[in-house]
C-alpha cells in the first residue's frame, strides 16, 4: 500500500545540535514535500523534491529523494528554539497520479 | 501573493447539526484539497478536485459528508449531521499544477459536542 513510515516519531534535543529524520515506504513516489506544522497552523512547505537522487537546500534544512523512490530525508543543522514542531514528509504516490500521501510525523523539541 | 484561506478558524457544534467549511484557494491554483487531521496524527486526503470536477473522492464518508467547488474556484465540505467523531482540524490545500507542491490554510478546528 501507499504508506508513508517517517522515523522518528520524536526526537529532544539541545540547541545547536543537528537533526536527521526520514520517511520510507514499500511503494515508489513521484515527488517528496516536506512540511513543519506548529501547534494550530496549517503545514508549511519546506522543501520540494521532484527526481530521484536530489539534494536540495533551503537554509538550515537539507532535504535529499533516495535513488530507489521509496525514502527521504530531512537533515537540520545547528538547530534553534523556533525549529520546534511536527514535521511532516509528504509524497505524491506513483501507483496513483497526484494523491499526496502525509507520513506520521516527526515532533521535534529544542532545548534552549 | 495571497495564501490559501480557510473559514471559520474554529467551530464548535452540537452532534448531528450541519457544519460547513469554506476553502479559498492560491489564484491560479487549478488543483484543490481537502484533508482531515486527527490529533497526532498526519493529514488524510478527503477529496481532492482538478478545477471543478473532483477526480478522487475515495476517502470522503459520502453519507454525511459532501464537497463543491463551483466554478473551480472556492470550495465548501459540508458535514450533515456531525458526529463526536468529526471532531478534528478540517485542511484545505492547493496547487497550481497536478503532482506539484501543495500549500495549505490554516484549517478549522471543529468540535462535536
Known amino acids: 500500500g501507499q504508506q508513508l513510515n517517517q522515523s522518528p516519531q520524536s526526537m529532544f534535543i539541545q540547541e545547536g545540535e543537528d537533526v536527521s529524520m526520514n520517511c520510507t515506504s514499500s511503494?515508489?513516489?513521484?515527488?517528496w514535500l516536506w512540511y513543519k506544522q506548529d501547534p494550530g497552523e496549517g503545514p508549511v512547505l519546506l522543501i520540494a523534491?521532484?527526481?530521484?537522487?536530489e539534494l536540495t537546500s533551503n537554509g538550515r534544512l537539507t532535504a535529499q529523494f533516495g535513488i530507489t523512490r521509496k525514502d527521504s530525508f530531512l537533515n537540520i543543522s545547528a538547530s534553534i528554539p523556533s525549529d520546534v514542531g511536527i514535521y511532516f514528509c509528504a509524497g505524491f504516490w506513483g501507483g496513483a497520479t497526484n494523491k499526496l500521501i502525509f507520513g506520521t510525523g516527526t515532533l521535534l523539541a529544542v532545548q534552549p | 501573493e495571497a495564501g490559501v484561506v480557510q473559514s471559520p478558524r474554529y467551530k464548535i457544534i452540537e452532534k448531528k447539526q450541519p457544519v460547513a467549511f469554506w476553502c479559498n484557494p492560491i489564484s491560479g491554483h487549478n488543483t484543490l484539497y481537502w484533508y482531515l487531521q486527527n490529533l497526532g496524527q498526519g493529514p488524510e486526503l478527503l477529496i481532492r478536485?482538478?478545477?471543478?470536477?473532483?477526480?478522487?473522492d475515495s476517502q470522503l464518508p459520502k453519507d454525511r459528508f459532501s464537497a463543491e467547488r463551483l466554478k473551480g474556484v472556492d470550495s465548501t465540505l459540508k458535514i450533515q449531521p456531525a458526529e463526536l467523531g468529526d471532531s478534528a482540524v478540517y485542511l484545505c490545500?492547493?496547487?497550481?499544477?497536478?503532482?506539484?507542491?501543495?500549500?495549505f490554510g490554516q484549517g478549522t478546528r471543529l468540535t462535536v459536542v
Open positions: 490545500a492547493s496547487s497550481k499544477d497536478p503532482g506539484r507542491e501543495a500549500f
Open positions: 511503494s515508489i513516489f513521484n515527488t
Open positions: 523534491l521532484y527526481k530521484a537522487g
Open positions: 478536485y482538478e478545477n471543478e470536477e473532483a477526480v478522487d
